[in-house]
């Protein structure tokens, strides 16, 4: 945790992956989070997904903690009102319903400008605010599907596979925090908000090399399985045990190092090795010529502690859980203990867990960060609303709000 974007101010109305880590590593740098839920049930991520602990999910407990949550149904006219007032006194505003939904309710950029002219809105959806596609519904794996992420992995004659994470949310959250800094800069600089409007269809196709490909030199590259399309000896090759190793070879030194450790200085002189696009044309041999060598070893890690004597790059493919483990996370403080909500304190006994901190060290960085601990929905109405309303008004607000919704 650090103070980068402390004393910014933000208005989370997004649920499930995308919009709630965008936020969630806002919060880590300081700045104060304000999660805006439907009444009663909350962000749709709170109870649909089947891990749980409590009656929290694990998706919400990993990336929802460290900020208040208040109630909102946007239907309501005069909650509506009630919120406009908030954002007043708000940095930032992020949605993430379908395109024209806030407009509906008088809720989008133009009409919360008028209110705070200096407003950062982003909005985040799967195809954009505009465009054919933008109305159609969508979570990750459409965004994965359409954005030849999914075609481009697999093996050559297998069928294509979907990536083992909620990829297009993650790429698109990090999205929306660049668009968010940018804006704040912009706005530091000459004074004015900013709507920023962010894709996670365009986020993810901003990943695919193959994009590039075909717009340089028009080839329809296929899936080359666990092998790169544009570099020999890149990819994933098994070792003892089924274990396998990732070893990359990209650059004529580090080729050179490769042979050698191998005891293979014969490849060096070898013509159908001797340049990259040559290595690459014979790429399935140059893999079995690596296969055989490491299958001289019992164990993994003495073929890899000798690629790393001399300088290649390589590691062995782990499991996720295995992270929690790793001396280099460990040394740089990546996992933290953040405590539960004090309903799973009081129907479990426990009462910490570990969550996934900042991809990068700054030197504001706390030693000892506190954090808050996932709200329960509402939890947090009279203190935040109290800032621009009446008890009276809370009151009433809840009441009829609570009357109409229900829990999943």
């Given at each position: 945790m650090n103070t980068l974007l402390k004393g910014v101010k933000v208005l989370d109305l997004t649920s499930f992956v995308a919009g709630p880590t965008s936020t969630q590593l806002m919060a880590y740098m300081g700045a104060n989070v304000v999660k805006v839920e439907m009444p009663v049930c909350g962000d749709s991520g709170r109870g649909m997904m089947n891990m749980k602990i409590g009656h929290h999910s694990g998706n919400i407990l990993q990336t929802n903690h460290?900020?208040?949550s208040i109630e909102l149904d946007i239907q309501d006219?005069?909650?509506?009102?009630?919120f406009k007032r908030l954002v007043k006194d708000y940095d930032i505003v992020l949605e993430?319903?379908?395109p024209g939904l806030m407009a509906k309710y008088g809720l989008d950029y133009e009409n919360l400008k008028a209110v705070n002219p200096k407003l950062i809105y982003c909005s985040i959806s799967t195809y954009g605010q505009t465009g054919p596609y933008s109305k159609r519904p969508g979570f990750d794996l459409i965004a994965q599907a359409e954005s030849g992420i999914i075609n481009s992995t697999g093996d050559p004659?297998?069928?294509?596979?979907?990536?083992?994470t909620y990829l297009g949310?993650?790429?698109g959250a990090q999205s929306v925090l660049s668009a968010i800094c940018a804006a704040l800069y912009h706005r530091e600089v000459t004074g004015e908000g900013q709507y920023l409007d962010v894709s996670l269809y365009e986020s993810l196709a901003y990943l695919s090399a193959n994009v590039d490909v075909y717009s340089l030199f028009g080839l329809k590259n296929g899936r080359t399985g666990n092998h790169m399309f544009n570099s020999a000896p890149y990819g994933l090759f098994e070792g003892a045990g089924k274990r396998y190793i990732a070893i990359c070879a990209p650059t004529p030194p580090i080729w050179k190092n490769l042979c050698i450790a191998m005891q293979r200085e014969d490849l060096l002189e070898n013509e159908r090795y001797s340049d990259m696009s040559k290595r690459i044309e014979n790429r399935y041999e140059l893999v079995d010529i690596i296969q055989a060598w490491l299958s001289k070893?019992?164990?993994?890690?003495?073929?890899?502690?000798i690629l790393r004597s001399h300088d290649v790059p390589c590691a062995e493919v782990k499991a996720d859980w295995e992270m929690h483990e790793c001396p280099q996370l460990a040394s740089r403080h990546y996992f933290e203990d953040i405590p539960f909500p004090k309903s799973i304190v009081e129907e479990t006994g426990r009462k910490q867990y570990k969550i996934k901190g900042l991809p990068f060290?700054?030197?504001?960085?706390?030693?000892?960060?506190?954090y808050l601990p996932l709200p329960e929905v509402g939890e947090h109405n009279y203190d935040v609303y109290g800032t621009v309303a009446t008890k009276e008004e809370i009151d009433a607000l809840l009441d009829r709000w609570h009357n109409k919704f229900h829990k999943y």
């Open positions: 460290g900020r208040k006219s005069e909650g509506r009102e009630v993430g319903f379908r004659d297998g069928a294509p596979q979907r990536i083992g949310d993650y790429v070893y019992e164990n993994a890690s003495e073929a890899i502690e060290k700054t030197s504001s960085d706390a030693e000892n960060p506190d």
